[in-house]
């Protein structure tokens, strides 16, 4: 992706970087460059950002001229081989998840609808590596990319008042984690035990856009063994450098 | 040390908000009306912004087992201190073991409670801010216990250096600019859009404020893309909702409008109902 996005002005602090409109993982991936790039090169004058698929947004501090900073981006802009020089390494997650019962609460049902076993679902959703396009919806709840159409299953007609933390959902052809307890209408397949939004740490949120995840199947008894490491801190994510 | 005798129908802690955390999809938060919430800062003559109470409809009612000084600001509630009327947007001397009620509101939504020194409670990713995905309890409740930064007032007379009160609540004029997706929408759609006189749904939160009286104009849903407190979505069924302090990051309906922070304000303390009228100025 060697064109730059746009950029305009969104509101009184704001800074539109834009794409056309389109989910593809070359768009997100030189949109995420271009962000980290600018958010490394002007961190003093950003009070942080928003990526999504196509479209990114800085909030400037309150001070912060729009204007000003709106010719800073586009100066940086300018300068040749900006990609060349930033070049940013991806991590690969694996994550556990257990697609048994009393976890996977509409596996059956999507099992029935698509007259595929459930075997062969956790089988399709184990396969990809799916890249995380950003952070939204919940704090920490990833959007996934590049799940096989052969499981996308439209959301629940009406959603559920309560969606443990953990679980592994289906939306049409997204999957996703709820990163935290909350409503929620996808279908659920699984739960990992993991912790994957700790307002303890720095970096609260344990994925971020551009990185990389797999899923991997486990059964209950390693789901319960691995739920007791996360709460004593001893367990610690397989991750690796992804290109 | 304060005591909630009685909560109030929705009391939090605010403050500026969390900022830096969007891109993890945190939402902002921080007080409806930042104006106010800076207003009762600058009256305590605190250095740098403190967290305050901000309460909506009615509001709590509070133990001080110490003396203080206080402050009101935003939206005008009923308020008395050990049963005595108090006045709005100046410092009030509290002495040791007052109770302070604040009623029912009769002008704008949201009242601000600024206490000398702050509130210390705990904060959760750089702000005190109350959100309820980040605390399992995010109002104040009955018996509540709250703590604030002990420290000396300056100056015990009225401080004249105030920023002005602006003419809000009853005609709200907001300022906007264009959203990222306004040319989505054809020249007579715009034009519906920016002539209309609106009114606050009552079906409003500090996540969003529904506008009622919409006129007929519908937008395509977008590709999930950033939001922010301010951006004026209209949905494929035609209804036109505003973004508040505790919305999310990225959203999927067209954004086809953007409020100036000064907008976004005098919105929060608009009243609520038909009969009400606010309008958008494009800038």
Redesign the interface.
């Known amino acids: 992706m060697k064109k730059k996005p746009t950029i305009s002005q969104f509101g009184d602090h704001g800074i539109l970087l834009r794409y056309p409109e389109k989910i593809d993982h070359k768009i997100h991936k030189a949109l995420t460059q271009y962000t980290h790039f600018l958010s490394n090169s002007f961190s003093e004058i950003i009070d942080g950002f928003t990526i999504a698929y196509h479209e990114s947004a800085f909030y400037l501090k309150p001070d912060v001229s729009v204007d000003i900073a709106i010719e800073l981006f586009v100066r940086k802009f300018n300068e040749a081989n900006l990609l060349e020089e930033f070049k940013e390494s991806s991590t690969l997650y694996t994550v556990p998840v257990c697609y048994e019962a009393p976890f996977a609460l509409d596996i059956d049902e999507i099992a029935q609808s698509k007259n595929i076993s459930v075997s062969k679902i956790i089988k399709i959703h184990t396969k990809p590596i799916y890249p995380v396009y950003f952070i939204g919806f919940l704090p920490g709840f990833p959007y996934l990319g590049g799940m096989s159409k052969k499981i996308s299953h439209p959301r629940k007609a009406s959603p559920r008042v309560k969606v443990s933390s953990g679980s592994v959902g289906i939306a049409g052809t997204q999957t996703g984690i709820y990163s935290s307890e909350s409503p929620g209408g996808w279908n659920i397949i699984g739960r990992s035990p993991l912790n994957f939004f700790n307002t303890e740490i720095e970096n609260p949120s344990l994925f971020k856009a551009g990185d990389h995840i797999r899923f991997e199947s486990i059964d209950y008894a390693t789901y319960k063994n691995i739920e007791e490491e996360v709460k004593s801190g001893s367990y610690s994510i397989q991750k690796k450098t992804y290109k | 040390m304060i005591e909630v005798i009685h909560p109030g129908i929705h009391s939090t802690i605010q403050d500026a908000g969390r900022?830096?955390?969007?891109?993890?999809?945190?939402?902002v938060s921080g007080a409806m009306d930042q104006h106010a919430y800076i207003l009762a800062n600058h009256l305590l003559q605190h250095e740098e912004l403190a967290p305050v109470i901000e309460f909506t409809i009615n509001g709590p009612t509070l133990y001080f087992y110490a003396e203080t000084f206080i402050v009101l600001t935003g939206a005008e509630f009923h308020c008395k201190l050990n049963g005595k009327i108090i006045s709005h947007a100046s410092p009030i001397y509290v002495p040791a073991e007052s109770t302070l009620e604040i009623g029912h509101v009769f002008k704008g939504n949201y009242g601000y409670l600024g206490i000398l020194g702050g509130f210390s409670t705990e904060k959760?990713?750089n702000s005190s801010s109350f959100h309820p995905?980040?605390l399992p309890q995010a109002k104040l409740f009955k018996g509540m216990h709250l703590v604030y930064v002990k420290t000396k007032f300056k100056d015990t007379n009225f401080n004249a250096r105030v920023i002005p009160v602006h003419d809000k609540f009853c005609r709200t004029k907001m300022d906007v600019?264009p959203g990222?997706d306004f040319n989505l929408l054809s020249k007579e759609q715009k034009e519906k859009l920016l002539n209309q006189k609106y009114f606050v749904d009552p079906s409003s939160n500090r996540m969003a404020i529904q506008m009622g009286n919409t006129p007929e104009i519908s937008a395509p849903e977008?590709?999930?893309?950033?939001?922010?407190p301010?951006?004026v979505q209209l949905t494929p069924s035609g209804q036109l909702i505003v973004l508040m302090r505790d919305a999310?990051?990225?959203g999927g309906y067209s954004r086809v409008l953007?409020?100036?922070?000064y907008a976004m304000n005098s919105l929060s303390q608009c009243e609520i109902g038909e009969g009400y009228e606010a309008t958008f100025h494009l800038i």
């Open positions: 900022l830096s955390y969007r891109e993890q999809g945190v939402p959760i990713l995905i980040l600019y990222p977008i590709i999930t893309a950033p939001v922010q301010g951006t999310q990051t990225t953007q409020l100036t922070d």
